[in-house]
């Protein structure tokens, strides 16, 4: 009983900090495919998911707008060694975050 009630409890907690965290729209393929050309919607949809599926056991889902591009440098690559991140995952969850971080950054707060 104890342990279904703290699955339940993550099922909901990974599930609240997918509502909070934006998804990709095609405008963020466009950014995304000036630093990697080969970016997708898929790609960027995939690196939402390894970033909530990666992060979000230790720590709530930070939002790629909370830090610029440059700013999230060091803290993905620290975040990535700490969490022992595969390099198929790593590419994924930066290019969500980065891609998403310059959106934020270009568009205003939409994102």
Known sequence: MRASRSLASLTAWVAAACVTLPQPTPADVQVANQK????SLETL???RKA???RC??????PLPS???P??????LADMHDE??????DRLLIDQFVLTLSESYRRNGASK
């Open 66 to 68: 909370e830090f610029s």
């Open 36 to 39: 990697w050309p080969d970016a």
């Open 56 to 61: 979000s056991g230790c720590h709530t889902v």
């Open 83 to 88: 969490a022992k991140v595969t390099e198929a």
């Open 70 to 75: 440059a700013e999230w440098l060091p803290i």
């Open 45 to 47: 949809q995939a690196g």
């Open 51 to 53: 970033l909530v599926a």
